[in-house]
């Protein structure tokens, strides 16, 4: 029986286990230019015992920016930046994706420099506020993408992934999860578009289908994943029927060959079966099982066939050394919700080892 501790190929790069870190951002780029520190350096070096790390949200362009502090890999300055990141995680014996994620509609023009706006596949604006430096804003109606503004996108992810080789990551994850821009066209509420971009399921899958395309062909499918969220509300996203879309998606991708699948799961385990017998590549799955957040007992849905990766995001924020603790059974230090976004080393890089300071 294969369990969470025994090492995987992931399209010829070899894991130590089955245990990933989830994307999370933490709003602590304070270095100029919108760069990681020296305590992200330690952060993630901390954590080198996941099978695999995926960064924090990264924007690929600056217009992608949807939160304060948040890391870029659109610059030379940021190449710099991550490489201390990624050679602290491969000394520590680690593997690490870096997640491209563009905001798209889920911002505001006072998180962007100047004369830059948020962009959306439709002039449809999120319900809700966003969190801004001086406090919750409401939502702006987004510009919508032109074709060639599409079109520039995609180059800009295609770069950005380029700049991540460069600096050293092992690969790279398309965010088009959560209510970001590749959600956003995906959703029927977010994209009313008239074009080949929206209407049924074959248009709103295409964003995110020429995504992954142009990351796979600018440094190769096997460094390429994908994380996706059927039916995920966040961010106003309104999914009333997600299996056609994700279906065609996964259908579409078979042509492409990313080297893994991420699915954030809202509860549809049916959902997840389908789409795992659909999609040949590795299936990495951050578990919602009961409405509850994912914990030691997901471990099982490596041993049953569910996935082939668990991830785990709160849980490895607050345990740097999970894949061990996960192996003894805990004990487990508790996520302090306070500290997750912005603030100092206090509840990004003290969370204690079970021998110690890592
Ligand atoms: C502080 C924090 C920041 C997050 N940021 C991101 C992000 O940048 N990209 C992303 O895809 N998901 C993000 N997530 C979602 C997590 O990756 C994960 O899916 C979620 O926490 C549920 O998994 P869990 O129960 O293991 O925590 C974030 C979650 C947390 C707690």
Redesign the pocket.
């Known amino acids: 029986m294969t369990t969470a501790f025994d090492p995987l190929d992931l399209a010829g790069l070899q894991l130590a286990n089955r245990v990933a870190m989830?994307?999370?951002?933490?709003s602590r780029a304070y270095g100029p230019g919108l760069t990681p520190t020296d305590a992200t350096v330690r952060y993630y070096a901390q954590r080198a015992s996941a099978g695999l790390i995926i960064t924090?949200?990264t924007q690929p362009s600056p217009v992608g920016q949807g939160y304060p502090d948040t890391p870029g890999l659109h610059s030379q300055e940021q190449v710099a930046a991550w490489r201390k990141v990624t050679d602290a995680v491969h000394a520590a014996g680690g593997r690490i994706f870096a997640?491209l994620?563009h905001t798209g509609r889920i911002g505001h023009p006072s998180l962007l420099p100047d004369g830059l706006a948020p962009v959306g596949a439709s002039p449809v604006a999120a319900k809700g506020k966003v969190f801004t430096r001086d406090g919750p804003k409401e939502f702006v109606e987004p510009l919508e993408l032109t074709e060639d503004g599409i079109a520039r996108t995609v180059a800009d992810h295609a770069a950005a992934a380029r700049n991540a080789v460069a600096a050293g990551f092992d690969g790279v994850e398309v965010?088009a999860?959560?209510g970001y821009l590749a959600h956003q066209f995906l959703a029927p509420n977010s994209n009313v578009r008239a074009d080949r971009y929206g209407g049924p399921p074959g248009n709103r899958i295409r964003f995110a289908v020429e995504l992954v395309t142009a990351v796979a062909d600018a440094i190769g499918a096997h460094r390429t994943g994908l994380?996706i969220s059927p039916g995920n509300s966040l961010g106003d996203i309104h999914e009333p029927e997600p299996d056609a879309t994700y279906v065609a998606l996964i259908q579409a991708l078979e042509a492409v060959g990313p080297a893994y699948l991420h699915i954030?799961e809202t509860g549809d385990r049916a959902l997840t079966l389908e789409l795992r017998k659909r999609f040949s590549g590795v299936l990495l799955l951050?578990a919602?099982t009961d409405g509850r957040?994912?914990g030691p007992q997901e471990l099982a849905l490596i041993e049953d066939g569910t996935a082939d990766m668990i991830?785990?995001?709160?849980?490895f924020?607050a345990n740097p050394d999970l894949p061990r603790r996960l192996r003894a059974g805990g004990p487990f230090n508790t996520p302090d919700r306070a500290t997750?976004?912005g603030g100092d080393e206090r509840g990004y890089t003290d969370y204690p080892a079970l021998d110690g300071d890592l």
């Open positions: 989830a994307p999370m951002t933490r924090e949200g997640q994620m965010h999860a959560n994380r954030m951050n919602r957040p994912s991830s785990y995001g709160a849980l924020l997750y976004y």
